[in-house]
Every structure is written in structure tokens, then in C-alpha cells.
């Protein structure tokens, strides 16, 4: 079974940085594709962005310029690099690993931005 685990988030002010991490407890990591998605209250869980085996990265136009996903093959972790948040990204992010047919799921990390 493959396990993840989010850290990284908490309060922060408008226009200011966070880092969130995701280690993944499996074998092959290199072989899965990463992603970060968010859920805010009342809302889907959406894609924030993606990261391929092969290093391609997709952003949602919400964050694009903002965040930065990027992933360690060595340490088996995922990043997002957040800057310049804004309240409207407040939300639980989830780290995603997809490999073949299946989807794993982290518990989540709540990312609140506010003044």
C-alpha cells in the first residue's frame, strides 16, 4: 500500500510563502506522476498543479506564476512552492501519486491565508 505524507502548511498573510512537502513511502516513486490538488469548503477538489515522471509540469491559470511544483526521486517528495498567496487559496491541499489505474491520496494539509 502506498502511504503519503503532507507537511508544510498553516497560517499565513496575503502575499505570503509557504512550502508544502509530500514523502511518499513506496519503492518506485520515480515511476508515479505527482500532483497537488486543493478543496475548499463548499467546493471540488481541484488540480493545482501536476508533475510527470519525465519532469512536465501543469499549472491551473489560478496559480500559474505563483506556485512551483517540483519533485526529489532521491528523497521521494513532491514540493509546491507557494508565493504571493492570496485568500482565495485557502483550501485543504492533498498530495496525489497516480500510477497506471490507481490514484493515492494524502490526509491533507490546511493552507489558510488571512489577515
Known amino acids: 500500500q502506498v502511504q503519503l505524507a503532507e507537511s508544510g502548511g498553516g497560517l499565513v498573510q496575503p502575499g505570503g510563502s509557504l512550502r508544502l512537502s509530500c514523502v511518499v513511502s513506496?519503492?518506485?516513486?520515480?515511476?508515479?506522476?505527482m500532483a497537488w490538488y486543493r478543496q475548499a469548503p463548499g467546493k471540488q477538489r481541484d488540480l493545482v498543479a501536476r508533475?510527470?515522471?519525465?519532469?512536465?509540469?501543469n499549472y491551473s491559470d489560478s496559480v500559474k506564476g505563483r506556485f512551483t511544483i517540483s519533485r526529489d526521486n532521491a528523497k521521494k517528495t513532491v514540493y509546491l512552492q507557494m508565493n504571493s498567496l492570496k485568500p482565495e487559496d485557502t483550501a485543504v491541499y492533498y498530495c496525489?501519486?497516480?500510477?497506471?489505474?490507481?490514484?493515492?491520496w494524502g490526509q491533507g494539509t490546511q493552507v489558510t491565508v488571512s489577515s
Open positions: 508533475i510527470a515522471v519525465g519532469g512536465i509540469t
Open positions: 496525489n501519486a497516480r500510477v497506471t489505474v490507481r490514484n493515492y
Open positions: 513506496v519503492t518506485t516513486f520515480s515511476t508515479y506522476s
